[in-house]
């Protein structure tokens, strides 16, 4: 089973940007469909970004303009390019791995960011 760790969240002024990034490992990266989700406190996890199929992406419409995903299969790496950041994007992020067409998944575990001034 794949292992995903997560990395780059921290504190940023509202405005400013981070890149998280999840590395794998064990399993084939090349055929995981990776995304990124958040969960901020008292509410639910929730789509930011993912690829659909192929490098098709998926965005939450919060983030449409300001986050980029994209993949590194050399690498095993997935990213999230998160520009012009706001105080409603503080939350953790998380980094998931889905193959064989949905019927199994994996979760990093997570990471902080917060965004304040």
């Known amino acids: 089973q794949v292992q995903l760790v997560e990395s780059g969240g921290g504190l940023v002024q509202p405005g400013g940007s981070l890149r998280l990034s999840c590395a794998a490992s064990?399993?084939?990266?090349?055929?995981?469909?990776m995304g990124w989700y958040r969960q901020a406190p008292g509410k639910q996890r929730e789509l930011v970004a993912a690829?659909?199929?192929?490098?098709?992406?998926n965005y939450a419409d919060s983030v449409k303009g300001r986050f980029t995903i994209s993949r590194d299969n050399a690498k095993n790496t997935v990213h999230l390019q998160m520009n012009s950041l706001k105080p409603e994007d503080a939350a953790v992020y998380y980094c998931?791995?889905?193959?064989?067409?949905?019927?199994?998944?994996?979760w990093g575990q997570g990471t902080q960011v917060t965004v304040s001034s």
């Open positions: 064990g399993g084939i990266f090349s055929i995981y469909t």
């Open positions: 998931k791995a889905t193959w064989a067409g949905g019927m199994f998944s994996s």
């Open positions: 690829f659909t199929s192929g490098d098709n992406t």
